[in-house]
Each structure stands twice: as C-alpha cells, then as structure tokens.
C-alpha cells in the first residue's frame, strides 16, 4: 500500500499531493465539502476532521497519515496513531495548537520567545500590559491564523482594555510584549524517520493586515544569526522526535537576538519559494519524510522572492506569466475572497548570474 492520508483539503494539502504523486504515491484527503486538494486526490472523504467512521476509513485506506492544518483534534490523532503512523507526532500539534502552551515549551528548551503572560480578563490584560510598558500584543491562545484574533497596543493611543476580553469572544488569551524586530525570519526545517535533520536557508517575511505578504531568499540576516535559527530548529525537531517539515517564525531584534514566535508542525507558506529555487521543495522533503525515504537536497540554486496572490491578486495571473523569471502556481480555489491566499508567484535569480 502506497497511499498516503491527508487531513485537510486546502492549498498546502494540494502541493502536499502533488509533490507526493511525483515520487509514486496516491493520496486520499479528508475535508468536508469543496476543497482544492481532492482535484489531486485519488479519493475525498466528505467528513469532519474528528469523525470517528471517517477516521477508520482513512486508517484503512492509508499507509500513513498526515496534516496540512495544526487545528485538527489532537485526540483524534492519537486514536487514529494507533491504528496507522500519523506524521508529524500529536505531540507536536499539541505544542502548536495553544500559544501559551507552545511559548514554556520553546522557552523550556532554552530558546528565547517574546514575553508573555496569559491573560484570562480585563484586569489580567490591563495588568500584564503595564508590565510590559503599554505595549504589546492581545492573541486569542488558539485558532488564530493570518493575524486574526489579535489585538496590537501599541503604546501610542491609550489603552482602553474595558470589555477586551469579551470583544475577544472570552476565549483564553495571551499577551505578548510588543517587539521592535529588524525583521522576521522563518526556518523550514525537516527531520526524517531515522533522525537525520534538513534545513532550507532562512527567508525574510513581510507581512501585511497580519498575512504573509512576501518571503524573500537570501534573507540578508548574518552567519550567527543563521545558524542560531538551525540551532533552534534542531531542537525543537529533536524535542518533539519529530518527522516530517516544520516551520518556525522568528523575529530578529535591533540588538540581533532571535526570539521564536511561533512554530508550524507542517509545510509552510514562508517555504513555498522551495518548490520554484530548490532542487527538493518543502513539499517533496516532507513526503520523503513521512514515507521513510532519505531527505533529499535543500541547497538553493536560485536567489527568489515569493510573493502571495492574495483576493484579486489572482486575476494578475496572465501579466506575471509574461515575466521571464516568474514561476507561478494557482490553487485551483473557485471563489477569491478579500484576504484569501489564491496562489503565489516566485521571482527567481539564478545564483552566479548578475
Ligand atoms: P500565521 O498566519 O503566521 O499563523 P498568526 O495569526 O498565528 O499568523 P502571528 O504569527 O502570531 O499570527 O502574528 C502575525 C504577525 O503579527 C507577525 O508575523 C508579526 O508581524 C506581528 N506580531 C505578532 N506578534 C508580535 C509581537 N509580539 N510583537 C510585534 N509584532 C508581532
Ligand atoms: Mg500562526
Ligand atoms: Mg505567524
């Protein structure tokens, strides 16, 4: 049996199956309704992420399951492990899954994050936000994705905290203290089922309205720093004894310190510029990975920025394709929404050409 379970139908699942169809894999996804992975599936399974029937089904119609989302239960993944591997490990997706929770673990492995207090009311917030002088930024502790769920102090108008934690659904929060950083970086960064490790080269992200905008290869942040964020990501993928690629998000302060913000137990949009400037892409490094190949390459033959095509961006689509070093990549999604990531476009400068 070569087939492989994907949980969640949306654009990382689809490179995920994509890149697995190339090595000689079929993939099943389970997602409810539409979705732009089961174009390339061999079959969809219509259900809920934590529907026990449609669990069982993927157990039997897999050899190994995956994630392409780190909100899916964590239970039902430690179930679904008994019956067939599941890659990256729960444990990973419960660290990942609850900012607080993931933020002592990082900080217990001797890795630096920005500081943070849980704050459960408007006392708590308005407390915690004089600890750290006025500034910093509210996170709802789970399901926050592209930004949402968070509110930034920024220290200039007054705070006004009354009624923040019911604006916030009165879900349990966490402040961070607000960072000045020089910039973000992530790492994409793969561990394989005998333990061996793969990093890509650090990419400069820039967001905007909280959503990646633009992931850009070099990212121009020094040798130490560099391989301060390895070092960083060998220990988390060690401490989880995780398989399969993980992303990490780092800020990098004025004073050149690297602090973690957050990890991602899966592919990574800031790694999609892999599949256009590697030999392996994230996509390929974590098939292999999950299937107990060896990692392949992640050295870079071309310097890239990747760009997200964001709502109506898509319709640029034609234009880029005029664009000698664009290497473009659609979602295959049939509606563009305001914020909806639709695709993405690398801009590719192959290495030694001026
Ligand atoms: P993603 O879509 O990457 O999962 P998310 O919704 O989980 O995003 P974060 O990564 O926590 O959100 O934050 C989004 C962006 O907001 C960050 O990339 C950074 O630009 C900014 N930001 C978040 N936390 C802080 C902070 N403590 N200080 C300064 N800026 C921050
Ligand atoms: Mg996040
Ligand atoms: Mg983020």
Redesign the pocket.
Known sequence: NSTIGIIGGGQLGRMLAMAAARLGYECVVLEKGGCPTRDVCVEQIDAAYDDPAALAKLAERASVVTYEFENVPVGAMEELARHVPVYPPAKALSFSQD?LVEKRFINEHGIAT?PFVPADSDEEIADALARFGGR??L?TRRM???????R?FDGKTEAKVDGVFSAMGTVPLIL??????SC?ISIIAARSLDGSVAFYDPAR?E?SD???RRSTVPSQISDTVSAQAREAARRILNALDYVGVLGI?F?VTKDQELLV??I?PRVH?SGHWTEAACAVSQFEQHIRAICGLPLGATSRHSDCVMENLIGDEIDDLPQLAQKPNAVLHHYGKRQARPGRKMGHVTYLKPLGSS
């Open positions: 900012r920005a910093g930024v996170k926050g994705y592209d930004g949402k769920g968070q930034v961070e203290g607000f960072i000045d950083f973000e992200n967001h909280g959503i990646l998000e800020f913000n957050e991602a949009n």
